[in-house]
């Protein structure tokens, strides 16, 4: 690509007015906004937050507040995972995986945070070309090696910014060595969750499959502090009018005490 080129590339002019490229959307600074909507924005409706106005601007960038809040990627989840899987290849192949775990999913541009319970598994049989899948993807499953192992790992996922992300058929590509277990589920579909966890002394496999992952329960973290802070505040009112009330009636007491002892007076 030469130097025009590139310039081109970064700028573009539309009614004489230049627009600036910022990574993936072109920006007018003349608005302040950007000219296309955010695409995190449009990836699930469930991500906006309607108590945060600026976060429903589709059109904005880190709340319409760059100077104090970024949004590198606008996605990211941390998860906890258990799981058990034995399989076993050399030319024919067998393979059983079942796991869950717990998600925290976060979405950077709107603060929106969800802790997420999921379960997966999968079952597999066969050699080459011929197979049997639960679930099947279309592509064909494979295990080198002998492994049988069960244990805790813990999984990154770069690319969710919600529960939906986390959740679907995924190929699954494990690499079991010695005491490590490494896992990559999703990277077909260009939503990742890399795991680590501990592996079985003296057994090992490379293998591939595909897992179903579907959503066990989830919470919304933004929602639950919400809820915390109006009991707070409930709490708070009705003990503020609690104490008004028994002000009052005492305040009563004495203004009747008061009452009487006047009338008693010749």
Do not use: C
């Amino acid at each position: 690509m030469t130097a025009a080129a590139g310039a081109r590339n970064l700028f573009k002019v539309d009614a004489g007015v230049v627009h600036a490229l910022l990574q993936a959307r072109y920006y007018d600074g003349s608005k302040g906004e950007f000219l296309s909507e955010d695409p995190v924005f449009l990836g699930d409706p469930r991500s906006q937050v309607l108590t945060d106005p600026q976060s429903l601007n589709s059109y904005s960038y880190a709340n319409d507040n760059p100077i104090t809040k970024s949004d590198p990627n606008g996605r990211f989840a941390l998860s906890l995972n258990y799981s058990a899987n034995a399989e076993e290849g050399f030319g024919g192949f067998t393979s059983t995986y079942a796991g869950g775990g717990a998600s925290f999913v976060l979405n950077p541009s709107t603060m929106q945070a969800w802790i997420v319970y999921t379960s997966s598994g999968a079952n597999n049989v066969g050699y080459l070309k011929s197979y049997q899948s639960t679930p099947d993807n279309g592509q064909t499953p494979f295990v080198l090696g002998m492994y049988a192992g069960k244990g805790r790992s813990i999984g990154v996922s770069p690319n969710a910014n919600s529960p939906a992300d986390l959740v679907g058929v995924q190929n699954n590509i494990n690499v079991n060595v010695g005491l490590l277990s490494f896992s990559v589920q999703g990277d077909d579909t260009n939503n990742p969750t890399y795991s680590f966890g501990a592996g079985t002394p003296g057994l090992g496999s490379v293998s591939k499959y595909a897992v179903s992952t579907v959503p066990v329960r989830s919470y919304s973290v933004n929602q639950a502090i919400s809820n915390a802070g109006a009991r707070v505040s409930n709490f708070y009112q009705t003990t503020i009018a609690n104490i008004q009330m028994q002000v009052a009636a005492i305040q009563s007491k004495l203004n009747a005490i008061s009452a009487q002892r006047s009338e008693k007076k010749p």
